[in-house]
């Protein structure tokens, strides 16, 4: 039999990979640059909170029915019982998932910037893959520009983009995908949990919610700071997918 915590009668929160130091919580949040722009909350330790299901405005649902803007076949499926198949390039340190027929990026140019996913739970969950990657070690002001969502929120960060706020990814943790869980789909929008460890072996949580927009999964932003990233126990739950 497995030992787990509860096999064992360890504490989990004792654990090399549960410690939660600041160096863990600190080098994520700080990392997460693609919000470094936004407003974050202020007062006494501020935790992390699990960000909401989004729900579709109407122009959001209209959005939906929009083909892939680069061509890629969509899909009628609203799960995934299982880890697709994948191929995995690196971006900087972070293996990321890559089809670019079927899946997505359908389009990676020649700086390495990378869109265009699927209309699809698989193209979802690739979407979230690669926008952390580009956030944490590729142009994450152009991310803002390009695979956003459009909404107040974009506008606040790229309005002090604009205004001369420099975003930098220079501290990015090394992290890798462990697995996942799709916590939302539907035909405008989706929540892609996924799983990461870092390089010291502590593990976490990266909720990514999605709408689709312009023929792409574009991220979400949330109102504040806020990201709902936060460090777990275990992996417990999460669809094991890794490409490294």
Same mark, same amino acid.
């Given at each position: 039999?497995?030992? #787990?915590?509860? #096999?064992?009668? !360890?504490?989990?929160?004792?654990?090399?990979?549960?410690?939660?130091?600041? /160096?863990?919580?600190?080098?994520?949040?700080?990392?997460?640059?693609?919000?470094?722009?936004?407003?974050?909350?202020?007062? $006494?330790? /501020?935790?992390?909170?699990?960000?909401?299901?989004?729900?579709?405005?109407?122009?959001?649902?209209? /959005?939906?029915?929009?083909?892939?803007?680069?061509?890629?076949?969509?899909?009628?499926? #609203?799960?995934?019982?299982?880890?697709?198949?994948?191929?995995?390039?690196?971006?900087?340190?972070?293996?990321? $998932?890559?089809?670019? +027929?079927?899946?997505?990026?359908?389009?990676?140019?020649?700086?390495?910037?990378?869109?265009?996913?699927?209309?699809?739970?698989?193209?979802? &969950?690739?979407?979230?893959?690669?926008?952390?990657?580009?956030?944490?070690?590729?142009?994450?002001? !152009? &991310?803002?520009?390009?695979?956003?969502?459009?909404?107040?929120?974009?506008? /606040?960060?790229?309005?002090?983009?604009?205004?001369?706020?420099?975003?930098?990814?220079?501290?990015?943790?090394?992290?890798?995908?462990?697995?996942?869980?799709? +916590?939302?789909?539907?035909?405008?929008?989706?929540?892609?949990?996924?799983?990461?460890? #870092?390089?010291?072996?502590?593990?976490?949580?990266? $909720?990514?919610?999605?709408?689709?927009?312009?023929?792409?999964?574009?991220?979400?932003?949330?109102?504040?700071?806020?990201?709902?990233?936060?460090?777990?126990?275990?992996?417990?739950?999460?669809?094991?997918?890794?490409?490294?």
């Amino acid at each position: 039999m497995d030992e #787990t915590p509860e #096999t064992t009668g !360890r504490n989990p929160f004792s654990s090399r990979g549960f410690v939660l130091s600041a /160096a863990f919580v600190v080098a994520l949040i700080a990392a997460a640059i693609l919000l470094a722009v936004l407003p974050r909350p202020t007062g $006494p330790r /501020a935790e992390p909170i699990p960000l909401p299901t989004p729900k579709p405005t109407s122009s959001a649902s209209q /959005a939906g029915t929009e083909p892939s803007v680069c061509g890629l076949p969509a899909s009628d499926d #609203t799960a995934l019982g299982a880890a697709p198949d994948s191929s995995w390039e690196l971006v900087g340190t972070m293996a990321v $998932p890559t089809s670019p +027929k079927i899946h997505g990026p359908g389009d990676v140019d020649d700086t390495g910037f990378r869109s265009c996913f699927a209309h699809s739970p698989t193209g979802a &969950l690739y979407a979230a893959a690669n926008i952390w990657g580009t956030g944490f070690y590729g142009d994450a002001e !152009r &991310l803002y520009r390009d695979l956003a969502a459009d909404s107040p929120t974009r506008d /606040a960060a790229l309005s002090a983009i604009d205004e001369g706020k420099e975003i930098s990814n220079s501290a990015a943790p090394k992290i890798q995908i462990r697995g996942f869980i799709i +916590k939302h789909y539907e035909e405008g929008s989706a929540v892609i949990d996924l799983g990461i460890e #870092t390089a010291d072996g502590a593990l976490g949580t990266l $909720p990514t919610p999605l709408v689709w927009e312009g023929g792409d999964w574009k991220l979400n932003l949330p109102q504040t700071g806020q990201t709902g990233i936060k460090q777990l126990a275990t992996l417990n739950g999460y669809i094991s997918w890794s490409g490294v």
